[in-house]
Antibody, heavy 121, light 110 residues
Framework: EVQLAESGGGLVQPGGSLRLSCAAS????????MSWVRQAPGKGLEWVANIKQDGSEKYYVDSVKGRFTLSRDNAKNSLYLQMNSLRAEDTAVYYCVRGVATILYWYFDLWGRGTLVTVSS | SSELTQDPAVSVALGQTVRITCQGD??????ASWYQQKPGQAPVLVIYGKNNRPSGIPDRFSGSSSGNTASLTITGAQAEDEADYYCNSRDSSGNHLNVVFGGGTKLTVL
């Protein structure tokens, strides 16, 4: 079955760190851009970061630059998001998503169920 | 970065046609994609590119684009179409490998 499964969410204090993981199965992980998209409680979707198939290119939304680091291990079919210096506004459900990028569009065709990150003292 | 604007809420009578719009400068350069999200669930891709539906998406969903506006049309809305709908596109300002989402539209089927 083609799927993505996130783990690693939880409650963390402001200024703390958390590492999210995403296990991919049922498709050739190394052939796809991968991303994280988050959704704060009761709010809309926000793109967080993209990583190229071989990990050579990474892109981040301005609000997480310098604090979050995206990486992948194609041998383990896994995606990771290291989140440091966490703030209350980082509280959200974080979705691992598979991306398809072309010169004219970018879409996310496979989503995990999400993992909740809560930043609170 | 670019911004995409959506109406916060739209309603449609059962069986009628509804259009959900998404506006932004990035749509002059890139196509929008559309996602449906029901409460407590992850989003699902319904339209991508010019007007492409993933496998399993009913053909009552269609997409179109003109100028800086992209539209998702549901022809003959069903009760199960009640959901939040989001558009996204590539970012046209700065890094084109960034992605932007619209704020979402809550669709109510009456």
């Amino acid at each position: 079955e083609v799927q993505l499964a996130e783990s690693g969410g939880g409650l963390v204090q402001p200024g703390g760190s958390l590492r999210l993981s995403c296990a991919a199965s049922g498709f050739t992980f190394s052939s796809y851009w991968m991303s994280w998209v988050r959704q704060a409680p009761g709010k809309g979707l926000e793109w967080v970061a993209n990583i190229k198939q071989d990990g050579s290119e990474k892109y981040y939304v301005d609000s997480v630059k310098g604090r979050f680091t995206l990486s992948r291990d194609n041998a383990k079919n896994s995606l990771y998001l290291q989140m440091n210096s966490l703030r209350a506004e980082d509280t959200a459900v974080y979705y691992c998503v598979r991306g398809v990028a072309t010169i004219l569009y970018w879409y996310f065709d496979l989503w995990g169920r999400g993992t909740l990150v809560t930043v609170s003292s | 970065s670019s911004e995409l604007t959506q109406d916060p809420a739209v309603s449609v009578a059962l069986g009628q046609t509804v259009r959900i719009t998404c506006q932004g400068d990035s749509l002059r350069s890139f196509y929008a994609s559309w996602y449906q999200q029901k409460p407590g669930q992850a989003p699902v891709l319904v339209i991508y590119g010019k007007n492409n539906r993933p496998s399993g998406i009913p053909d009552r969903f269609s997409g179109s684009s003109s100028g800086n506006t992209a539209s998702l049309t549901i022809t003959g809305a069903q009760a199960e179409d009640e959901a939040d709908y989001y558009c996204n596109s590539r970012d046209s300002s700065g890094n084109h490998l960034n992605v932007v989402f619209g704020g979402g539209t809550k669709l109510t089927v009456l």
